[in-house]
């Protein structure tokens, strides 16, 4: 899969994407970026990629020009591609999402700056995305943090391809709780179902963990999630002991 990347920042992504499971993914050619710098796309002399809100406020606005220029380039460079910017005005980025984008063979990501992008940008783009309520210098954070997402979708990434179908939010639950050597610390045990080899208890063990968990942690999750008889059951377990 191609990522391109539009941002005024291009050093910010040269360690994170040289780093662990995106650098493997990276060397066995399974994960391409290609960064663009938008202010090599700037008309003036100074470079200029933001100006005063017309109407007055404060801070500055990134400017349609030098993005409109960079989105040209790179549809002549590379191709077709989904351009979607990156602004706390846009849909909350979730796991559904994810794995709509990992099926693309080419996502072009727009880092916003400043107190936003000209309007006039919105008709450039294909998507808009947001990585949650809250404010970030930019969004060159919350591409990273839409690549990450991705990327583990693509098989082959994850070492294990396993490993992420098991995941939190795979089927709208939050993942079961996880636990590793010793199984014993400072009078904390690992839960003794998972030390005796029956997959099947196991299996019931993780899914009625999983379920309490999102009922504790994130009940908005259980408005939108479609229980199984089994999970049924669980849940009418769940509330007996929380009773």
């Known amino acids: 899969?191609?990522?391109?990347?539009?941002?005024?920042?291009?050093?910010?992504?040269?360690?994170?994407?040289?780093?662990?499971?995106?650098?493997?993914?990276?060397?066995?050619?399974?994960?391409?970026?290609?960064?663009?710098?938008?202010?090599?796309f700037a008309t003036d002399i100074h470079k200029t990629c933001d100006d005063y809100p017309f109407g007055g406020g404060a801070g500055m606005v990134m400017k349609v020009e030098p993005i409109h220029h960079a989105i040209e380039h790179v549809r002549k460079e590379r191709g077709r591609a989904r351009f979607v910017l990156l602004t706390p005005h846009g849909r909350t980025f979730d796991q559904d999402t994810a794995a709509r984008f990992s099926r693309l063979p080419h996502l072009a990501l727009i880092c916003g700056r400043y107190e936003g992008v000209d309007e006039r940008i919105l008709s450039l783009v294909d998507d808009e995305i947001s990585i949650g309520d809250y404010v970030l210098s930019g969004g060159e954070a919350a591409?990273?943090?839409?690549?990450?997402?991705?990327?583990?979708?693509?098989?082959?990434?994850?070492g294990n391809d396993a490993s992420p179908v098991d995941e939190s939010f795979k089927d709208g639950l939050l993942e079961y709780p996880q636990y590793t050597r010793p199984r014993e610390f400072i009078g904390m045990e690992v839960p003794e179902v998972l030390l005796s080899g029956n997959h099947e208890e196991i299996r019931k063990w993780r899914r009625?963990?999983?379920l309490k968990r999102t009922i504790?942690?994130?009940?908005?999750?259980?408005?939108?999630?479609q229980p199984n008889e089994e999970d049924k059951k669980l849940m009418r377990q769940i509330m007996e002991d929380m009773e």
Not at 147 to 158: C, N, T, Y
């Open 1 to 40: 899969m191609i990522f391109t990347i539009l941002t005024l920042f291009p050093a910010i992504f040269e360690s994170p994407l040289n780093e662990s499971i995106i650098k493997k993914a990276r060397d066995k050619g399974l994960l391409e970026f290609n960064i663009v710098n938008i202010r090599d």
């Open 143 to 158: 591409a990273l943090v839409v690549i990450d997402a991705i990327s583990r979708l693509i098989p082959g990434v994850v």
């Open 208 to 210: 009625k963990e999983s």
């Open 216 to 225: 504790l942690r994130r009940p908005d999750l259980m408005e939108r999630f």
